[in-house]
C-alpha cells in the first residue's frame, strides 16, 4: 500500500524533529539508524552558542528541561547522551510520526511530488511525498549532491578512575579537549580528513591514542562516537524542486538545529523560495 | 544467465519478478550480509580460506552486539576458534589507554576486526543494506544492496546471511520460523547503555519487553519504548552512573529462524538425538529471560520446571545441515538465525558461539568454492580438519556442568563442575532425597520406566518427605498416575519449597505440581486451580528471591498462569469439563479490569502484561 505524505523528512536529528513537530500529522520522518538527535549526541558534539535566543517555545521548552534536569550548565556545560532521551520522549508524548530503522533507497519524480522507496524491516515501501527535507548531514536521500563537509571530526568520550584528575591540556593541533558537565566527562576531538571513511578515521584515532601525549596518560579511551562530527554551510539547500537539505549539524548545538527545524518555515514556504544551490 | 528473478520483501509479503539477464557489478566468492558478532567471523575465516569477500553491514562498524552493542562480555559459550586470536591481540594492547570491562575493549575490537578485514581483502561497506536476492531456481546468484553512494548489484558464489533475524534468507523466500508456539514471541529484547561510575567503566541493561523484529513499527516502538523509562530517563541526571552513550543497536534475543536441511530442538536434545558431524558446539544453559515460563513448551518445561535445570549447562553440536536453508543453494545462515526453535535458541545465542557459527560458515562457504560443490556435499573430513586447526570445533564433545558447584574445570568452564547423568539406582535415590534432586529426576526420565518401579516405592516413603515428592517429581515426568495424590498435595498446601538443583531460577514444589497435573490431565484438581485463579489476595509475603520473583504480583502471576494452562490442558484431556471450566476462566479474566503482570529480568519496575497473551490461550 503507497502512503502519501505532504512532506517527508529524512533523518531524525534535531532539526528533523523540530520540523516535524511543527507539521505534526502534515508530516512523516524516516530514519536510518535506531538513534535520534545523533548529529550532536551520538557524534559526542555538545557544541556551543547556548546563550543565543531560542525562537521558538518548544525548543525554549526543550533547554529549559535540559537546565531542569541538570543536563546543560548556564555555560553551557552538556551532559550528552540523555538529549537523546529527552527527544525520544518528546517524540513520544507528542505522538509524532516517525519510524527509525528505515533508509530512503531512491526518489522519483511523481506527479504529486515524490515516489520515494523506503526500506525497513517490513521490506520495501513507496511513499509519495509532496515535499522532502533532508536533515541529515550528507543528504543521505540524494547521494549525488551533497557538496564536501567544511570539516568533519571523529570524537571519544575519555575516562579516568581518579575522579579529581585535572584536565588535560593539549598541543596545538594535537586535537580538542571539550569538558562535559560533569567532573571527569571529557571529550577528545580529532580532526579528519574530507574523505575519511570510517576505516580510516577509526584507525587514525588508535594510533592517535596509542602514541598520545603525556597529559592524557592517566586517560582511557572509553567509547569513540557513533557518527562524524560534520560541518557543512547551513540550509535550506535545494537539491531539486520540493526537495530541501537542511542539514541539522549545521547549528551551534542540538536545541539550536531543534529551534531552526521547527521555525524554519515561519513566515512563509522559506524552504521552498530558496534558490538552487 | 536468463533464469534469474530478483526476490524482494515488500511491505512484508515476499515477491518475485523475472529480471532476466543482469550485468553484476562486482562478483564475489562470498558475500557476507551482517557483520556482527557470526558476519565479522565468518567474513574473516572466507577471506582466510582465500575467498573474495564483500562485507555489507547496516552500522559503522563491525562486531554487531558483540562491539556496539557494548555486549563485549563472554556468558559461557566454547572457548577456542578464530575470535580467540583476534581478543588476545587486543588483550596486550588494552592494557594502556583503554578501560577493560567485560571480555574485551568494545573499541579495540572494531579497530582490530576491521584492521583484519583490510589486511585480508575484505571489501566492507558500512552503512549499507541488501535489498533483493538473486536467485536462479534455487540457487542464489547474488545480491541487490543500497549504500550511501547508492543502489549496486553483486554476485556471490555462496551469500551468508548473518544479519540476526535470517532477514536475507526470507527475502530470498527460505522458509523461517519464529517464537513459541502459544503466541509467537521470542525472548525479551534489552537495550544497553554505556555507563561511567566513580572508578569504572560499564554497561547496564534490563529486559525491556517483547519485540517482533520483522515488523518495522515494532522496532520503532521498541526503541522508543526501551528509551525512555528508568535509568535511561531520570528526573535528574546527578553524575551517579553517567552515561556514556545509548548503544546503536538493540539487544535482540531471538528473531526469526531457518528452516534446515538440519534442525537443532530441544525435544531432539532430550531424546539424545545429536549429529555426529558437528562444526563446533554451542555451549550454556536454557537462558530464556521470559519470566511467563508457563507459556513455554512442554520440553522446556520439562527441564526448567519439573527438574529446575535452568543452570544445568549443557553443549549442542551444531551441523553444517543447520545452516543451510532447505531446499536452497549457494546459501548459508550464521548466528542466532540457523535453524534452532525457540527452545534451543535459549542456549545457542551466546557471544563465543555466535562468533564459532561465523568462522564455520565462512569456512564451510570458501570449501564449498574451492572444491566447487554443493554446500551440502562440502566434504566433512575437510571442514572438520579446517574447524578443528583454530579449535573452533573443540574435541570434548558433549558434556553437561552443574553451575550451581564450584569445580573442576572443564572447556571455559573452570568455575564449575562437570555432571553426568546418574545410572546407578542407588545414586538417584540419594540425589532424589536431597535438595538437588534435578539431575536425579531427569535422569529416571532417561531411564524410563525401568525404575518406575523404584518410584512408586520411594513416593510412598512418608518418612522422607523430599525422597517422596521428588519421586513424585519424577513419575510425574513419566506419566505415571502414582504422583497425582502427592502432587495434590504440593499444590493445595502451595508448597512453597524450592530445591536448590540450579544456581538460581529453581522452581517451587507448587508451581512444579501444577504443571506436571496439567500433563496428567488430573481433573480432581480442577477446582483447587480455579480457586487459585480468584485468590490474589492469598498471595501477600511471599517467597521473592530478588530476581525471579520480586514481589506479590510476580508470586501470583507465577501461579494464575500455571494454573491456566493446567486447566487448559485438562480441559483437552477431558473435554466434557470444557464448558463449565471456560466459563469459570471467562468470569474471571474477561472482565475489563483484569490485569496481570511480571516484572522484566533486571528491573523491579517495568513490567510486562500477560492479559494479552491470557486471552489468545483461552481463544
Known amino acids: 500500500m503507497t502512503t502519501y505524505t505532504p512532506l517527508l523528512i529524512y533523518g531524525a536529528t534535531a532539526a528533523g524533529i523540530g520540523l516535524l513537530m511543527k507539521h505534526r500529522c502534515g508530516a512523516l520522518l524516516v530514519e536510518r539508524t535506531a538513534q535520534v538527535g545523533h548529529e550532536f549526541v551520538a557524534a559526542f558534539h555538545p557544541g ?35 538529549v537523546a532521551v ?65 570539516y568533519r571530526k571523529l570524537n571519544a568520550m575519555l575516562f579516568c578512575n581518579q575522579v579529581d584528575a585535572e584536565v588535560p591540556v593539549l598541543e596545538e593541533g594535537a586535537g580538542e579537549i571539550v569538558q562535559g558537565r560533569f567532573p571527569g566527562e571529557l571529550i577528545f576531538k580529532l580532526d579528519l580528513e574530507k574523505d575519511d571513511d570510517w576505516v580510516s578515521a577509526r584507525r587514525k584515532m588508535h594510533r592517535f591514542w596509542q602514541n598520545r601525549p603525556a597529559s592524557l596518560v592517566s586517560w582511557t579511551l572509553a567509547a569513540i562516537a557513533d557518527r562524524f562530527e560534520v560541518h557543512v554551510e547551513k540550509g535550506p539547500h535545494c537539491v531539486a524542486p520540493a526537495w530541501r537539505w537542511l542539514p541539522s549539524c549545521a547549528y551551534e548545538n542540538v536545541v539550536a538545529a531543534f529551534d531552526s527545524g521547527y521555525g524554519v518555515e515561519q513566515g512563509g514556504e522559506v524552504l521552498e523560495t530558496v534558490a538552487a544551490h | 544467465m536468463r533464469c534469474l528473478k530478483l526476490w524482494q520483501r515488500i511491505e512484508k509479503r515476499v515477491e518475485n519478478s523475472e529480471v532476466g539477464e543482469v550485468e553484476f557489478e562486482d562478483s564475489y566468492d562470498v558475500i557476507v550480509v551482517g557483520l556482527g558478532t557470526a558476519g565479522a567471523m565468518a567474513a574473516l575465516a572466507a577471506a582466510r580460506q ?6 555489507i553491514e547496516s552500522l559503522h562498524c563491525m562486531g554487531g552486539m558483540h562491539t556496539a552493542g557494548a ?27 583503554y578501560p577493560v570491562w567485560g571480555g574485551s575493549s568494545a573499541e579495540l575490537k572494531k579497530y582490530h576486526l576491521e584492521q583484519l578485514a583490510r589486511e585480508q581483502g575484505i571489501e566492507l561497506r558500512y552503512e549499507s543494506s541488501v535489498i533483493g536476492v538473486y536467485r536462479c531456481g534455487k540457487q542464489v546468484k547474488g545480491v541487490r544492496w543500497v ?72 522496532v520503532t516502538q521498541a526503541i522508543l519504548d526501551s528509551s525512555t523509562v528508568p535509568p535511561q530517563l531520570r528526573e535528574y541526571y546527578d553524575g551517579h552512573d553517567r552515561m556514556l552513550r545509548l548503544t546503536p543497536i538493540l539487544g535482540v534475543r531471538e528473531g526469526r529462524f531457518i528452516v534446515g536441511e538440519e534442525n537443532v530442538t530441544l525435544e531432539a536434545f532430550q531424546n539424545e538425538q545429536f549429529t555426529a558431524q558437528p562444526l563446533f558446539y554451542a555451549y550454556s544453559n536454557l ?79 570458501a570449501l564449498a568454492v574451492r572444491y566447487d560443490t554443493a554446500l551440502t556435499a562440502v566434504p566433512y573430513a575437510r571442514l572438520c580438519a579446517a574447524l578443528g586447526a583454530t ?5 570434548e564433545g558433549l558434556r553437561f556442568v552443574d553451575t550451581s558447584l564450584l569445580g573442576n574445570g572443564a572447556n571455559g568452564n573452570a568455575a564449575y563442575r562437570t555432571a553426568t547423568w546418574l545410572e546407578e539406582i ?97 481433573r480432581e484438581i480442577v477446582p483447587d486451580l480455579l480457586t487459585i485463579l480468584e485468590d490474589r489476595a492469598g498471595f501477600c509475603d511471599s517467597p521473592l528471591d530478588g530476581e525471579f520473583i520480586v514481589d506479590d504480583e510476580d508470586f501470583f502471576a507465577q501461579y494464575f498462569t500455571f494454573s491456566l494452562m493446567a486447566l487448559v490442558r485438562i480441559t483437552q484431556a477431558h473435554p466434557a469439563l470444557s464448558g463449565a471450566v471456560r466459563k469459570q476462566i471467562n468470569r474471571i479474566v474477561g472482565s475489563g479490569d483484569f490485569a496481570l503482570s511480571v516484572t522484566l529480568k533486571g528491573s523491579r519496575e517495568l513490567r510486562h502484561p500477560l492479559r494479552e497473551t491470557i486471552l489468545n490461550v483461552l481463544q
Open chain 1, 48 to 82: 556551543s552558542c547556548w546563550q543565543q535566543n531560542l525562537q521558538s517555545e518548544p525548543a525554549r521548552q526543550l533547554h529549559a528541561e535540559m537546565m531542569r534536569r541538570n543536563l546543560l550548565t548556564a555555560e553551557g556545560r552538556v551532559h550528552l547522551p540523555p
Open chain 1, 86 to 150: 529527552l527527544l525520544m520522549n518528546l517524540i513520544k508524548q507528542e505522538e509524532l510520526n516517525l519510524h527509525l530503522m528505515t533508509r530512503i533507497v531512491a526518489v522519483e519524480p511523481h506527479a504529486s511530488g515524490h515516489e520515494v522507496t523506503v526500506h525497513s524491516a517490513d521490506g520495501l515501501q513507496k511513499i509519495i511525498a509532496g515535499r522532502i527535507v533532508d536533515t541529515t548531514s550528507d543528504c543521505e536521500s540524494c547521494p549525488a549532491y551533497p557538496p564536501l563537509p567544511i
Open chain 2, 50 to 55: 582465500g575467498c573474495s569477500v564483500l562485507g
Open chain 2, 71 to 97: 555486549i563485549q562480555n563472554y556468558y559461557f559459550g566454547c572457548k577456542g576458534g578464530l575470535f580467540e586470536q583476534v581478543d588476545q591481540q587486543i588483550r596486550e594492547q588494552e592494557r594502556d589507554g
Open chain 2, 147 to 218: 549504500s550511501p553512494e547508492g543502489v549496486h548489484t553483486a554476485a556471490s558464489r555462496v551469500l551468508i546471511d548473518a544479519t540476526g533475524n535470517a532477514d536475507i534468507c526470507a527475502m530470498a523466500g527460505c522458509v523461517t520460523r519464529q517464537g513459541r508456539a502459544i503466541d509467537g514471541k521470542g525472548q525479551p529484547y534489552s537495550n544497553v547503555m554505556e555507563i561511567a561510575s566513580a572508578n569504572r567503566v560499564g554497561k547496564f541493561y534490563t529486559d525491556s519487553g517483547y519485540l517482533d523484529p520483522t515488523d518495522a513499527t515494532a
Open chain 2, 287 to 365: 537462558d530464556n529471560h521470559s519470566k511467563d515460563v508457563a507459556f513455554e513448551s512442554t520440553q522446556f518445561q520439562d527441564w526448567i520446571v519439573a527438574a529446575s535445570l535452568w543452570g544445568l549447562n549443557f553443549s549442542v553440536p551444531i551441523p553444517l545441515g543447520a545452516l543451510i536453508p532447505q531446499g536452497f543453494e549457494g546459501l548459508l545462515a550464521a548466528g542466532r538465525c540457523l535453524a534452532l526453535d525457540h527452545d534451543m535458541a535459549a542456549c545457542v545465542r551466546m557471544n563465543r558461539d555466535m562468533q564459532k557459527c561465523g568462522e564455520a560458515a565462512g569456512t564451510a562457504a
Open chain 2, 391 to 395: 579449535g573452533c570445533l573443540d574435541a
Open chain 2, 426 to 522: 542407588p545414586a538417584i535415590r540419594e540425589a532424589l532425597a536431597g535438595d538437588k534432586p534435578g539431575i536425579a529426576i531427569w535422569s529416571a526420565r532417561r531411564l524410563g520406566t525401568a525404575i518406575t518401579p523404584h518410584l512408586r516405592d520411594w513416593a510412598a516413603q512418608n518418612n522422607e518427605p523430599l525422597l517422596r515428592k521428588n519421586s513424585a517429581i519424577a513419575l510425574g515426568l513419566q506419566y505415571d498416575a502414582a504422583a497425582m495424590p502427592i502432587l495434590r498435595e504440593m499444590v493445595r498446601s502451595r508448597d512453597a519449597y524450592v530445591p536448590r538443583s540450579s544456581r538460581k531460577y529453581n522452581q517451587s514444589h507448587g508451581i512444579t505440581a501444577i504443571y506436571l497435573l496439567g500433563k496428567l490431565g488430573d
